[in-house]
């Protein structure tokens, strides 16, 4: 065997011990780390400046904190990090490690069944937590010194400490760029009616997701409803991918009719039915586009465009035209507005050029 197969085979034998992160960039790693230390230690000063002063001396922040931290800004988006995890979590676990500390002698039987019970009760309450299972070893073991820890403690400082660490990564990822509290990507019919939502109607089905867990045998740390977008986003790139390097510039309309965000409804929509469309680019005096007008919300004659648009759906016109196909088959948009680096629209992609060029490609 040369020397290059055995380098192979223990890089692919390290590489189990060395999992990572999907979609976890360098840029998240520099903001979960300023983030964690900016919490740590605004949670610690705000729980010492609102102790009592009067009251029995216990610390600032607690051990599990720094765990909660790992979640919070390092992966916001796990269902083991929104708030109500994190605080129930957290509470409950030192709960039960208090009264597990008071009750049973035993220290060995005691931290066990401290740790267990938290899990046990986190799942059964849908606050699964991992730093909830410290809350309730640090309780267990604190109570089973002379002076056992009193039932306040799970709310100062476990339960304060939480809130805040809650309320520093809700502040945090304001301008981190992700969402929290994270919002899973649930589809829903876009005209309040009982239909499913276009994109749920075929294809992907949630039997097939729970098919495909069940015979896996594994409990992942990701949403339900993200783990099926994120198999629809995969589905889609890899037949972007199958069916070549069609572009937004290859489809698009270039002769783009727009309007300004000052102009009153009664105008936008006479130039829609004028030109036979649905959907209006708005945009501001300089020509930068600012959103999206559609023919439905123009009913008021005297209202500006600028106060029914509605958030613009945008590409670049080398982005791939299929990647298109979810963000425009949920009913909430008609359409793209495909800019410039300096957001100037250069094109309009319409659910009918997508689905014009859809067709020519299942045709090819």
């Not at 820890?149 to 400082?157: K, V």
């Amino acid at each position: 065997m040369n020397d290059t197969n055995v380098i192979g085979r223990w890089r692919l034998r390290f590489r189990r011990f060395t999992p990572r992160l999907a979609g976890w960039t360098p840029r998240d790693r520099s903001l979960a780390s300023v983030g964690a230390m900016l919490a740590i230690c605004a949670a610690g000063f705000l729980s010492w400046w609102v102790a009592t002063p009067a009251g029995p001396r216990l610390p600032l922040i607690v051990a599990p904190m720094g765990a909660s931290a790992v979640l919070l800004f390092a992966v916001p988006a796990s269902p083991l990090a929104q708030p109500w995890s994190v605080i129930v979590g957290n509470m409950l676990s030192a709960l039960i490690g208090i009264a597990v500390g008071r009750y049973v002698a035993d220290p060995f039987l005691a931290t066990g069944l401290a740790v267990g019970l938290a899990i046990g009760a986190m799942t059964l309450t849908r606050s699964l937590h991992p730093p909830g299972g410290a809350a309730a070893l640090l309780t267990v073991l604190a109570s089973h010194h002379p002076q056992s820890l009193p039932y306040q403690f799970a709310l100062q400082p476990v339960g304060l400490n939480s809130c805040l660490m809650v309320a520093c990564a809700w502040l945090f990822h304001r301008f981190s760029g992700h969402v929290y509290p994270h919002r899973p990507a649930v589809s829903i019919a876009a005209h309040a009616t009982s239909d499913p939502a276009p994109d749920l109607r075929s294809g992907l089905q949630d039997e097939d997701i729970d098919a495909a867990l069940a015979q896996l045998h594994e409990t992942f740390d990701i949403d339900r409803d993200d783990l099926k977008r994120l198999v629809q986003e995969v589905q889609l790139h890899a037949l972007a991918r199958r069916r070549g390097s069609l572009s937004c510039a290859d489809i698009m309309s270039r002769d783009v009719i727009s309007t300004e965000q000052y102009a009153t409804c009664a105008d936008a929509r006479e130039i829609m039915h004028e030109r036979g469309l649905r959907i209006l680019p708005v945009v501001n005096r300089v020509g930068i586009l600012v959103g999206m007008a559609e023919l439905v919300d123009l009913t008021e004659d005297e209202a500006l465009v600028a106060s029914v648009m509605k958030k613009a759906v945008t590409a670049w016109p080398d982005s791939p035209a299929l990647e298109l196909i979810a963000r425009l088959s949920d009913g909430r948009a008609h359409g793209a507005a495909i800019i410039d680096p300096d957001r100037h629209v250069v094109g309009l992609i319409t659910q009918t050029d997508l689905l014009a060029a859809t067709m020519n490609l299942a045709a090819n």
